[in-house]
């Protein structure tokens, strides 16, 4: 083989020298192929899986974590919850309709395939600087609505609500924007299927839609940095067509309501070559596989292409033998090919064919069960010694009405309805909370009359300052948004999205983050049951800030007792709870007035984060509280108003601070709720341990908090429309 093909495949001398050694010879071309995608980053995790050991996995509410298609946990009476987060960055910056729609597609597939219907899509995006009239900011403009209309256009398409998500900014996501993906579906708890290749003799069973082209590369192209020369790969992003899926999932959930399946597995990234290997990896088999036999829908297509394409809208399955034909029946019956394309056999080997000519060899553990798992150097990022002593008493003092006028405006804090009006947050009928409405997602299970909630957190600027507090704020603060609607936290699934793993400083900030994680969900008790890591977020050597995007779901018992993130009437007291500490490393202030990152964080207090929850769960079932809602970017100011202008409800609020700009801060394991007995409340949050003062009351058309006053109408006017306005400013 000659060096310039095995380079072109991004495989190292070293592994080029492990793959001679598994197979006795030099590969073919198509084995290189499948060794190139099976040991991408994308793939293998070659570089993370070091970090990824020692995650807490396990709890007595958790099914199935880490290692198969989507983690589950049980959610009472008899149903169970099957999620997970992944990524699809880089095709939605090569092209970002089809990049985010099938980014969607994908994470649909790994959740139906468990055997769930999917209930619920959330998506966390993050995108530069797309303010001015310079090339970067309209090409960020072009890459928010083309990534949101493909995110639209999917979900939609397939009848599943996206109830919520968060977006944000930052130039460090010029170069290489991030689209997180996340989906939930529900099932029976003895009603899960898994990825399992297993019984001599069984059927392999190609069923959906035909094998095209697209995607080709997708997995190695992925596990790249991105230059001047891939940065029009075009051929390496899939084309999605929901339709299809939808069809797909229908025939599905209806074929797993038989008993004639052992397996099933998504073709995701590396299409046919990492979902046989992976289902006969798992089970200890060997495959057979004829691949004249798939679905082909262009002409003159080879083996190779046929087990690299990353076509969508695919399934592998393994079938109990002599129930083919019945299987063909129920995909025929939707319009979607099925084809027996091999057999299982007790060879542990891949065998490959062509017109009955054998193509390729490989047997199947070394490749799927032991990838190269890389040590890379590590070394502690050289700026965080020039910004840990920046405080904002090292720059000219702003009046708050000046800074209360900037964050607001700021689009982190700005309204996202231009991204979730594209979005239908209603079918299905079960969703309790519209996206926009602050705090976490929430769905009622009809069969139960529970409510499993969903919380979305990251800031990437604080993982920036402190990768391992940043990471494990994450966990924290998505929790709380569950807890904040009156859940029980129970479990997370992540999407790990960092630079160049070959650059040491991304390595350590990975670690980091990944031992912040660690810590956080072993303390606040919300293990990992699934997730995602996406590396080479990087372009022309320039790392996005590192951003470990976390999803954390949770359970209320009564799907009535759902509480609010927005205040809800006149004269409810609003009281704050947690401690105020003047916390503004990475905060939106700095940003926004002083365009700084920087600063030290103090570590997460998780007994003081589980006692806040703890009290707001117990508050709320005992009909204490009218709304609850965590409280992050922008502090107190920022939040109160976000809550009065969603509300259309005024606030008078003056809070009794050390200094008068600590209403920006973004101290943690804080939030603001509305009481409505105040003797039985304080006397529950003595009980917990949490300091909760009362800071005010709701009503009037005005929003006041110590020296800030505005006219209620005039910053919803700002909060609710000048999104809007800037994104569209092209149009």
């Not at 890459?143 to 493909?150: D, M």
């Not at 256009?153 to 919520?164: E, R, S, W």
């Not at 049951?529 to 590396?535: A, D, I, P, R, T």
């Not at 320039?542 to 779901?553: E, F, K, W």
Request: hydrophobic share 40%; net charge negative; glycine share 10%.
């Amino acid at each position: 083989m000659d060096k310039a093909t095995i380079k072109a495949h991004k495989i190292s001398d070293g592994e080029y020298e492990n793959i001679l050694k598994i197979l006795g010879r030099e590969p073919n071309l198509l084995e290189l192929g499948v060794f190139s995608a099976m040991w991408s980053e994308h793939c293998s995790y070659k570089s993370s899986k070091k970090y990824l050991n020692g995650f807490p996995t396990k709890a007595p509410w958790v099914i199935q974590g880490p290692g198969e298609n989507a983690g589950v946990i049980d959610v009472g009476d008899g149903y169970a919850a099957v999620f997970k987060m992944e990524s699809h960055n880089h095709p939605s910056f090569i092209e970002p309709y089809q990049g985010a729609a099938t980014g969607v597609g994908g994470i649909l597939r790994d959740v139906f395939t468990m055997g769930a219907r999917v209930v619920a899509n959330m998506n966390s995006l993050r995108f530069g600087n797309f303010l001015g009239s310079d090339k970067v900011a309209r090409y960020q403009r072009h890459l928010i609505k083309g990534s949101v209309a493909g995110i639209g256009h999917y979900g939609n398409c397939m009848g599943i609500p996206t109830i919520g998500g968060e977006v944000s900014f930052d130039e460090s996501f010029n170069g290489n924007i991030l689209v997180n993906a996340f989906a939930l579906g529900l099932c029976k708890s003895d009603e899960i299927f898994y990825a399992k290749a297993e019984g001599v003799g069984n059927p392999v069973i190609y069923v959906g839609s035909k094998t095209g082209r697209d995607g080709l590369g997708g997995a190695v192209m992925a596990s790249d940095s991105f230059n001047d020369e891939n940065k029009s790969l075009r051929p390496t992003v899939q084309v999605g067509d929901p339709f299809a899926e939808k069809l797909l999932m229908e025939a599905c959930l209806e074929l797993f309501k038989t008993d004639y399946i052992i397996g099933i597995q998504d073709m995701g990234a590396a299409g046919l070559t990492s979902s046989s290997f992976e289902m006969a990896g798992r089970s200890g088999s060997g495959l057979k596989m004829h691949l004249d036999k798939v679905p082909m829908r262009e002409e003159g297509m080879t083996p190779y292409e046929l087990m690299l394409s990353e076509s969508q809208e695919r399934m592998l399955i393994c079938a109990k033998k002599g129930y083919e034909e019945k299987i063909r029946a129920i995909f025929n019956k939707y319009d979607l090919d099925a084809e027996v394309i091999g057999e299982v056999t007790s060879s542990g080997k891949m065998e490959l064919y062509w017109h009955n000519e054998l193509v390729g060899e490989i047997p199947i553990e070394p490749l799927s069960e032991a990838a190269p798992v890389l040590d890379r150097p590590t070394a502690k990022a050289k700026y965080l010694d020039e910004i840990k002593n920046v405080t904002i008493n090292d720059y000219k003092a702003v009046s708050n009405d000046e800074a209360f006028d900037k964050l607001l405006r700021d689009p982190h804090v700005l309204n996202k309805s231009f991204v979730y009006d594209q979005y239908d947050a209603n079918i299905q009928t079960n969703t309790i909370k519209q996206p926009g409405f602050l705090g976490a997602g929430v769905i009622r299970v009809k069969e139960t009359g529970r409510a499993v909630a969903m919380g979305m957190e990251c800031s990437p600027r604080h993982n920036y300052v402190n990768p391992k507090i940043g990471a494990a704020m994450a966990v924290a603060a998505s929790g709380r948004k569950v807890a904040m609607s009156g859940a029980v936290p129970l479990a997370i699934t992540d999407c790990l999205n960092y630079g160049n793993p070959e650059n040491p400083e991304v390595m350590w900030q990975f670690a980091q983050g990944c031992e912040g994680i660690k810590e956080a969900c072993r303390e606040l008790n919300t293990p990992v049951v699934s997730g995602n890591v996406s590396l080479y977020n990087d372009t022309d050597g320039v790392s996005v800030y590192p951003t470990p995007a976390i999803v954390n779901v949770g359970v209320n018992e009564d799907a009535n007792k759902n509480l609010p993130s927005i205040f809800k009437g006149e004269n409810t007291a609003i009281y704050l709870l947690g401690e105020t500490s003047g916390e503004f490393a990475g905060s939106l202030y700095m940003k926004t007035l002083f365009n700084v990152v920087a600063g030290e964080l103090k570590d997460v207090d998780y007994k003081q984060e589980r006692a806040l929850w703890d009290l707001v769960i117990e508050a709320n079932k005992n009909d204490i509280l009218e709304f609850a809602n965590s409280i992050g970017t922008g502090g107190v100011a920022m939040t109160l108003a976000k809550m009065a202008c969603m509300s259309g409800i005024g606030a008078t609020c003056s809070c009794d601070f050390e200094d008068k700009r600590w209403v920006f801060d973004e101290s943690f394991s804080r939030a603001i709720v509305g009481v409505k007995d105040e003797d039985k409340f304080k006397s529950l949050a003595q009980k917990y341990g949490v300091k909760a003062v009362k800071i005010g009351v709701t009503g009037s058309n005005k929003f006041e908090i110590n020296d800030i006053k505005r006219d209620l109408k005039q910053i919803k006017e700002i909060y609710l429309n000048e999104f809007t306005r800037l994104v569209k400013q092209d149009d």
